[in-house]
């Protein structure tokens, strides 16, 4: 647990502790002083154009945060726009065709048999959110001028139709919102444009005719009622996404078969 601190003060440091956080106390005059090292990654976003500490942080058991404020750099002009779809059983489906994380199912589920409030449980977590981190990376952030992803609400919550008992214990550790928290955070750095699109249909709609049909999708499997079209259900919505995303950034593309780039 962190506790978000008011009355800091971050600045340089002396030799191997070179930042040092002072915090105020309720005795005038009386500071807790903490030397503290800058990591990598702090040391990489201090190094941007325009980059500065802000006054503040979180503390934890284990961890200090601090924040930097730098100017939002300019995307990248020049590359593919890739549409990425969350799923339960494989982590991150792309439209170009990659799966990222097909080893997923066996890390949610070693988070959902700890028991609650346990140390397995928390290190469970720990170990998914690494994982997490570790293949949003894998994203192909040099060669991306945009990415799509689905502007999904209520997950866990509901009783639509699809999203009963099963699929709510199915997705309490998929976290999809640390999924996007992650994309948000390293499209910035990679100059990447972020699209949240309406996810409406994106798992049932054919990428190659356009029939929207719950029946197109029959778990992980998808096979078009209209023509007939079978792949991956994961694949399809990140084609999907692909598609909405292009035309939400005003490019002379549209959606449809036309447009296929998938080989």
């Not at 503040?56 to 726009?81: M, T, Y």
Request: with cysteine.
């Amino acid at each position: 647990m962190a506790v978000l601190c008011h009355g800091v003060n971050v600045e340089a440091g002396r030799g191997s502790f070179d930042l040092v956080v002072r915090l105020s106390t309720l005795r005038r005059g009386q500071r807790i002083t903490i030397p503290t090292r800058k990591t990598a990654v702090l040391n990489k976003w201090l190094a941007m154009p325009g980059a500065r500490l802000i006054q503040g942080c979180a503390l934890s058991e284990k961890a200090i945060v601090v924040w930097v404020e730098f100017p939002e750099p300019e995307a990248r002009k020049d590359g593919d726009v890739i549409g990425v779809d969350v799923g339960i059983n494989k982590l991150i489906a792309t439209s170009d065709g990659k799966f990222i994380g097909k080893d997923w199912r066996e890390i949610s589920a070693k988070v959902r048999c700890c028991r609650p409030g346990s140390k397995g449980k928390r290190r469970a977590r720990i170990m998914r959110d690494h994982y997490i981190n570790r293949m949003v990376k894998q994203l192909p952030w040099h060669r991306m001028s945009a990415i799509g992803f689905e502007d999904l609400l209520n997950l866990k919550r509901g009783k639509q139709k699809g999203r009963g008992k099963g699929f709510r214990k199915a997705a309490a550790p998929w976290t999809y919102r640390r999924v996007r928290q992650r994309i948000e955070c390293l499209a910035p750095e990679n100059r990447v444009r972020l699209v949240a699109v309406n996810p409406r249909g994106t798992s049932r709609t054919c990428p190659e005719c356009g029939e929207d049909d719950r029946r197109n999708r029959n778990g992980e499997t998808f096979r078009c009622v209209s023509c007939d079209h079978t792949a991956d259900a994961d694949f399809v919505g990140a084609r999907n996404i692909r598609y909405r995303a292009v035309a939400a950034l005003g490019s002379i593309l549209s959606p449809g078969p036309q447009t296929s780039e998938i080989q």
